[in-house]
Structures are given as structure tokens and as C-alpha cells.
């Protein structure tokens, strides 16, 4: 993905391109000056999108109950609460029903990372921030992370750091490497969670979550299989 212009912006919005320019001032848009004009980074303008359609966001409690009906794990399932195990199986079970059939397609990929967004979009405080290089090797060996995304073990190379923090622990962690607010030039993504959530590190949905969100082609392709993956095996399951 790349840049368009201020007015493609407005009219994929559906707003007036003084609006943008404001969202551009407000740092709710990324955009960058080059010359007299002002250029929207298309992936900002993606999530905007995304965040403006009709519907209720699901909480964090929502997403990570999901994510916990996905894992069989009845105590994340919060069984003092039926109703609220009942809707998070429920949700899980809509969200894995289209990818039953192998994703096919951009368009269904495409779909499929929206959904995973949309879903699981606030069960972290999604932080891109800056590390120097020569601190990364440091960084990623820390011991204070929940758990770490390994993009490599599921074949996406990236030198970046990706994972889950305690919130206790992000403030140290910032000061300590030096981290900077980022977004195009990030190389580090903290995912930032209550100190007694659970992160689940072997969970594929959990993972799948996590790639959609680079809205990349390889990353939202990499996700539509493991929900394929995790689709078939509770399908099996039931049998």
C-alpha cells in the first residue's frame, strides 16, 4: 500500500477535505508533506475506515473470551458467566464459518482480515514505536514480555519486535530501550494488556489477530489459513 491524495482520502470517507485535514492535524490520519501538498498513508486511512462502520466495537473482555473458547479454555471462558461464554462461542463460531472453504482470492482474504480485525481489535492497546537497531537483539530478549510474535516461525521474515506486555511493564520497558512514537517507520509494535490477561502464546487466533492487523498481502493471506486451519479442527471436532 501507498499514498493518495488528500481529496482521494475525503472521497473514500465520505467526508469534506477540510475533515481530512483536521484527522491529519489530530494524528488520527498519517500523512506526509511533500511539496505544497499533503499525502494520506493508505493503511491509516484503512483503519479509519474500518473503525467508522456501524456496529459496536467488541470489548477487550469479549475478544479474549473468544480467543479463550478457541483454546478450550473453561476458566478463560469465565463459566460463572453462561450468557457471556455463550455469545463468545457464538462469535466464534460466525467468525470461522467462512473460512471452512480455503480463502480464495483477494477479496476473500481481504474479508477475512477485516473480520479478525473487527473482532479483535481492542483485546490490546496496539503501540508502534521506534527502538535504535543495535537495541533490538537487547529488546527482544527481555524478560519482561508476556509473549513474543514470531513472524519467522510461521515464514514471515522481519527484523521488527512484535508481542504482549503487562501494562505494569510498558512504561520501564519505554524508558529503558528508548522507544519513540512511530507508525510508517516502526519497528517495534507493543501490544499492551492488563497484567492478569492471559495471552494466550500458543494461540493460532490469537496469531491471526495479529497478523491482519499489517494489513500486508503475505500477513492477511498467512491469516486466512490458520483460521482455515483452526476452522477444520473444530469442524472435526464436532463430528
Do not use: C, T
Request: aromatic fraction near 4%.
Amino acid at each position: 500500500m501507498g499514498a493518495i491524495s488528500v481529496a482521494q482520502a475525503a472521497e473514500r470517507l465520505g467526508v469534506s477535505v477540510p475533515r481530512i485535514h483536521q484527522r491529519i492535524a489530530d494524528g488520527s490520519l498519517v500523512a506526509e508533506r511533500i511539496g505544497s501538498q499533503w499525502v494520506v498513508d493508505e493503511r491509516s486511512l484503512l483503519r479509519v475506515q474500518e473503525r467508522s462502520k456501524p456496529g459496536r466495537p467488541h470489548s477487550a473482555r469479549s475478544a479474549w473470551a473468544v480467543i479463550a473458547v478457541s483454546e478450550s479454555d473453561r476458566e478463560g471462558m469465565r463459566p460463572s458467566e453462561p450468557a457471556a461464554s455463550a455469545r463468545a462461542r457464538g462469535q466464534l463460531k460466525r467468525l470461522l464459518a467462512p473460512a471452512v472453504k480455503p480463502a480464495s482470492g483477494e477479496e476473500a482474504v481481504g474479508d477475512l482480515a477485516a473480520s479478525l480485525r473487527s473482532v479483535f481489535r481492542n483485546r490490546a492497546q496496539r503501540r508502534p514505536l521506534r527502538a535504535a537497531p543495535a537495541d533490538l537483539a537487547d529488546l527482544r530478549a527481555d524478560d519482561r514480555w508476556a509473549v513474543l510474535v514470531d513472524l519467522g516461525a510461521i515464514g514471515i521474515a522481519s527484523a521488527d519486535i512484535e508481542g504482549y506486555l503487562g501494562e505494569s511493564d510498558v512504561d520501564g520497558v519505554v524508558r529503558d530501550y528508548l522507544l519513540v512514537e512511530a507508525d510508517s517507520d516502526a519497528n517495534v509494535v507493543l501490544h499492551v494488556i492488563p497484567d492478569v490477561q492471559y495471552p494466550y502464546p500458543d494461540s493460532r487466533l490469537r496469531l491471526a489477530a495479529d497478523l491482519a492487523e499489517h494489513r500486508g498481502p503475505r500477513e492477511e493471506a498467512r491469516a486466512a489459513e490458520l483460521l482455515h486451519e483452526l476452522a477444520m479442527e473444530r469442524k472435526a471436532a464436532e463430528r
